[in-house]
Structure formats: C-alpha cells, structure tokens
C-alpha cells in the first residue's frame, strides 16, 4: 500500500476513534430538519443526549445521536409514535456502533484494486490468508470479495 493511502487509513481512524465528529444544537437543526425546540424536547424527553451535558452550557451531540436522531425521524415517518420511534432507534444504535468499532478498528489498509477504491477489512478468522476487501465500482456499486495474502 502506497505511503498516501496508509496516511489517509491512519487518519480516518483517528478522526473517528477520537469521535471528533460532533455537533453543536445548531447543527443538528440544520442537518436534520429538526427545531431547537424540537432537540430541546426529544433530549428532556431522554430520547437524546449531548456529549458534555452541563447546564447553560451548549449542547454538543455526538454523530451516532445524529444517527439515532435520522432514525428517529424515519420512524416516525412510518407512522410510530415519538416514544416508539425513539426505541426502535435505540435498539438500532448497537449497529451503529458496530460500524464504528469497524471504521476504527478492522480497516487493514486503503487500497486500489484495478484503478478502482478498496478497502481491506482483515483476515477471516478460519482463513487468515484470506481477506475481506469492499471494492467500489465506476458505477457507485460497492462489491465485496475474497483475496488471498499472503502476509
């Protein structure tokens, strides 16, 4: 893997290890469509909490509550109620960080594989030589395959 690409790995990982990828009340409106009032309330509600809680202080919000507040509004899209929305959004947040655990800690290496995006996610564990790599196509498609290495 070339110095640049090992370089960018190291600090995507980093970015999202760190959790550097907060946002502010502000923010969160913006991204999501939701009010202030409207954070306000799902947060006295417990449906969310901010990172740094300390009162008349601002509100900083992690990017899995961002995740948890996207699914809570897509719920309720489908018709559940706020309460319910926000469980089912609850029980999504352990695959969300999942997805975190593996950005931080499985990703081997960045790579290109035909001119084309790849990511090495690691060895399998019954077939170290085998590997996990997610490849994105010209056309948007992610695949994922198999490879043998042999280090």
């Given at each position: 893997m070339n110095q640049l690409l090992t370089d960018i790995r190291n600090r995507f990982q980093a970015i999202f290890k760190k959790n550097h990828l907060a946002f502010?009340?502000?923010?969160?409106?913006?991204?999501?469509?939701?009010s202030r009032s409207q954070v306000h309330y799902w947060e006295a509600k417990g449906y969310i909490k901010p990172v740094n809680y300390q009162k008349n202080r601002n509100h900083v919000y992690d990017y899995l509550t961002l995740i948890k507040i996207e699914l809570i509004q897509s719920y309720l899209k489908s018709g559940f109620t706020l309460k319910m929305a926000s469980q089912k959004a609850s029980q999504g947040r352990k695959y969300a960080e999942l997805i975190h655990y593996i950005i931080v800690n499985r990703i081997r290496s960045i790579d290109n594989d035909n001119g084309l995006p790849a990511t090495d996610f690691g060895a399998l564990v019954n077939n170290p030589k085998q590997h996990v790599v997610f490849v994105k196509k010209a056309n948007g498609d992610v695949i994922a395959k198999l490879v043998k290495k042999d280090h």
């Open positions: 502010n009340m502000n923010d969160i409106s913006r991204i999501t469509g939701l």
